[in-house]
């Protein structure tokens, strides 16, 4: 059974940094895309950034503040955020979805079958 667990939310202050973690079992995930998304009380969610074969993208907010970086060998995902801003709270979650390169880049939720429970990230003023 695919299971993805996600840790390291947290408060903090604007300008302030937070390591997200994913961990992935119950399917071996090479090959896989794997991404972060984020939502916000009353807003949709939105793709965050995404990792496939060992190239990244990244949504324009959050470029050049976020780097997503994947251990294959301990099938474990993880999201840096550096520079952080209130406008990045919300929760955010990991996915997962075996699915060519193309569907991947678009960064959309509804390509996505796999998810974990969220981690809570808020960012104060």
């Known amino acids: 059974k695919v299971q993805l667990v996600e840790s390291g939310g947290d408060s903090v202050q604007a300008g302030g940094s937070l390591n997200l973690s994913c961990q992935a079992s119950?399917?071996?995930?090479?090959?896989?895309?794997m991404a972060w998304f984020r939502q916000a009380p009353g807003k949709e969610r939105e793709g965050v950034a995404r990792?496939?074969?060992?190239?990244?993208m990244y949504a324009d907010s959050v470029k050049d503040r976020f780097t997503i970086f994947r251990d294959n060998a301990k099938d474990l995902l993880s999201l840096q955020m550096n520079s952080l801003k209130p406008e990045d709270t919300g929760m955010y979650y990991c996915?997962?979805?075996?699915?060519?390169?193309?569907?991947?880049?678009?960064?959309?939720?509804?390509?996505?079958?796999?998810w974990g429970p969220g981690t809570q990230v808020t960012v104060a003023s």
């Open positions: 990792i496939y074969d060992g190239v990244t």
């Open positions: 996915a997962a979805e075996w699915t060519p390169s193309w569907r991947c880049g678009r960064l959309k939720s509804r390509d996505f079958e796999y």
């Open positions: 119950g399917a071996s995930y090479s090959g896989s895309c």
